[in-house]
């Protein structure tokens, strides 16, 4: 995300550990109304992209520069069987070098890898993880 977002644009690789992308998770139904509240309070600038048949649509947004800092989507009950289907909330996703050896020095130190590392097709890899203390945030990288 982050990293080709940059090499597009021309800007070096993200350095490890700086926050490089940040997504919104809303319910069913609620994108547009999530888009027009950011809009209308910061300026927030959607591109709406289309949804394919094993993924949801994807609206990156900008916040006034050349390129997008995040995105928004709706998230499905599907995904998470029987489990509980999160709040809508915000995900931060930090710059790492290598994913798994990330994600095995976070188990090392005290914390979870609640999810992944795995790909997102064409873009990168990720993880999500939880610090010891229980925040959770996302990893990502190669």
């Known amino acids: ?9 021309g ?4 350095q490890e550990g700086t926050f490089v992308w940040t997504e919104i998770a809303v319910s069913p139904g609620d994108a547009e109304k999530c888009k027009a ?9 959607f591109k709406d992209g289309t949804a394919t048949e094993n993924s949801p649509a994807y ?19 599907k995904w998470f069987g029987e489990g509980p289907v999160p709040p ?8 790492v070098d290598d994913i798994d050896a990330n994600a095995k020095k976070i188990e090392e130190l005290g914390g ?14 990720f993880a999500i993880i939880q610090d010891p203390t229980g925040a959770v945030l996302a990893t990502f990288g190669k």
């Open 1 to 9: 995300m982050a990293e080709q977002a940059s090499e597009m644009a």
């Open 11 to 14: 800007f070096p690789k993200p």
């Open 37 to 45: 509240f950011y809009k209308a309070v910061f300026g927030w600038i």
């Open 59 to 77: 609206h990156e947004f900008s916040t006034g520069g050349d390129h997008p800092v995040g995105g928004l989507y709706e998230t499905d009950p």
């Open 88 to 95: 809508p909330h915000f995900m931060a996703y930090v710059a």
């Open 112 to 125: 979870k890898v609640l999810k992944g590392p795995m790909e997102i097709p064409h873009v990168g890899r």
